[in-house]
């Protein structure tokens, strides 16, 4: 399915409060125009051009650019004309490295009218027994995706294309549904969250088909790389082909990565902050007159519960906690962040696991979707997300979000993902220690996972607040350091839990937050 509309919550805040504050900073994003500007885009080959607007990389991408320099010991005002070169590199970069990552559409260059070998072309071109010579750019991230792919054990893929359009099709189903005869438009619009049945059993099956597991990684050769012409040939899995189907590679994460390194390399005299839609923040160096940069991680869950004032034995409570931990940087950094912010729904679970179903019927009025007591079987949420395990075609539980930080966006990017697809804390510190001897990094990594399952919240069955709620009580979050931390670690809770904790501790609630530091 391709993504044209983007709903973007943002996971991370960033805070860029000066000690000096006359400093000014300009701030912008993609101009989307460009794209048409340069390219000619088609939805298929040889055929009409698309009015579609296509949002660069499916994310709003930010630069912060501060006005001044460092020339020498003092600082000098930027130029205006500096200050136009570095948006127009901030666009012609992210435009550029959108279109040859792309794989929903065909681009041509309006200047030489040829066909960009992009994602697009590689996919259409599997099977067929020919070398397609491409960009070196995207020579380099195939050859890095493949490779990892491999070294995390597919717990990330390059081949995870059939995969997420399957649940693509679902997280969509989920959030612009418009039955409102249906018992999870009544859960959704009363509970601010969106809820849906789980992607149809055949779907995932048949995408798990065309979507190698680790045996055909290592034992079938599924690319080959022509290194004095970038040229690639990619070989379907002999269980897809046996299927009438074909690989499906996705690689819009380390495209987003490399076009961050490129833009920031380019432009490294200059202070900035690029915000890669918050799973991507990097900056080229420290902040000017000493001033560190300070970003706040907020959990998923606890922005749920921002989002809800929450119905709490009998009384309203407002969860005001903005985010759970600041860090500090004196110096550039590069973070990545995977979790479950934007796209993602929940699926109503019965207390054996199985899924939840209600049909009504128009004979019997204690079917009706009005009715409350048909919800209260309702005993834990499966959630559906768009980190989907390459192996499994499902949405691993147990993490709500990883951050990792390396200097290398590309990498961190495939690292972030890798490790959301473990199960436990021990499966992602096995994972990451092999990875960092493979890669030669030095990982530092947050984990942020409940004590529990997904009962972690409140599931309001009817459209009163007052009513009697189906789960009972908010599980305990974790957050886990991996590696000792070379900046300056804050860790800090707003006035609302410091409060307000003998409020839930009356309650039978705990601690809502929990730090480790490993």
């Known amino acids: 399915m391709k993504k044209n509309i983007v709903l973007l919550f943002l996971p991370i805040l960033v805070l860029t409060s000066c000690k000096i504050q006359h400093v000014q900073r300009a701030q912008f994003g993609i101009d989307s125009s460009l794209l048409k500007e340069n390219y000619k885009v088609y939805k298929e080959l040889n055929s009409e051009e698309t009015d ?17 320099k460092k020339v020498n010991l003092s600082y000098v005002d930027l130029t205006d004309e500096e200050v136009t070169k570095v948006k127009e590199s901030f666009n012609n970069t992210f435009t550029d490295y959108h279109v040859i990552f792309d794989r929903h559409y065909y681009y041509v260059n ?3 009218d040829a066909l960009i070998n992009n994602i697009k072309v590689l996919n259409d071109s599997i099977g067929s027994g020919e070398f397609i010579k491409v960009d ?5 991230a195939l050859k890095d995706g493949y490779n990892f792919t491999i070294n995390s054990e597919n717990k990330f893929s390059i081949f995870i294309g059939n995969l997420a359009d399957v649940y693509d099709e679902y997280i969509d189903l989920a959030k612009y549904r418009n039955n409102s005869e249906s018992p999870y438009y009544i859960l959704s619009e009363v509970n601010d969250r969106y809820f849906y049945s789980t992607p149809a059993e055949n779907k995932v099956n048949d995408a798990l088909v065309c979507t190698p597991n680790l045996d055909e990684l290592k034992n079938e050769t599924l690319i080959e790389f022509d290194d004095s012409t970038s040229s690639v040939k990619i070989n379907n899995t002999k269980r897809c082909q046996s299927a009438n189907g074909k690989l499906n590679i996705s690689l819009s994460g380390q495209g987003k990565g490399l076009a961050i390194e490129k833009f920031v390399d380019d ?6 902050l690029i915000n890669g839609g918050s799973s991507s923040i990097k900056t080229n160096r420290q902040k000017y007159f000493d001033d560190p940069w300070n ?13 809800n004032s929450q119905y709490l034995g009998g009384e309203y409570v407002n969860f005001t906690n903005s985010y759970e931990l600041m860090l500090e940087f004196p110096d550039s950094f590069n973070l990545s ?3 479950y912010y934007e796209n993602y729904y929940y699926v109503p679970m019965l207390e054996d696991n199985t899924e939840w ?23 834990n949420l499966y959630r559906v997300n768009h980190i989907i ?5 499902k949405c691993e539980q147990f993490f709500d979000f990883v951050s990792v930080l390396l200097n290398d966006s590309e990498l961190a990017d495939m690292y972030t993902t890798c490790l959301m697809n473990t199960s436990s804390l021990q499966e992602a510190e096995n994972m990451r220690t092999k990875l960092d001897k493979i890669y030669n990094q030095k990982s530092q990594v947050i984990y942020s996972y409940k004590n529990d399952k997904m009962d972690s919240f409140f599931i309001y069955p009817f459209t009163s607040l007052e009513n009697e709620m189906l789960l009972n009580g908010i599980t305990n979050l974790q957050t886990s350091f991996a590696n000792t931390f070379s900046f300056k670690q804050i860790y800090k809770l707003s006035s609302y839990f410091e409060d307000s904790y003998s409020t839930f501790t009356n309650k039978g609630i705990k601690q809502l937050i929990q730090v480790e530091i490993l």
């Open 52 to 68: 579609d607007q296509i949002s660069i990389f499916g994310t709003s991408i930010t630069a912060a650019l501060y006005l001044q």
């Open 110 to 112: 309006r200047q030489t």
């Open 136 to 140: 070196p750019l995207l020579y380099k």
């Open 267 to 272: 432009n490294n005299e200059y202070s900035m």
């Open 295 to 307: 970003i706040a991680l907020t959990n998923p869950i606890n922005r749920e519960l921002i989002i």
């Open 337 to 339: 962040t995977s979790g």
């Open 357 to 379: 179903t209600l049909t009504p019927n128009l004979d019997d009025p204690n079917s009706s979707i009005y009715n409350q007591n048909n919800y209260y079987n309702i005993k």
């Open 389 to 393: 395990n390459p192996t499994t075609g």
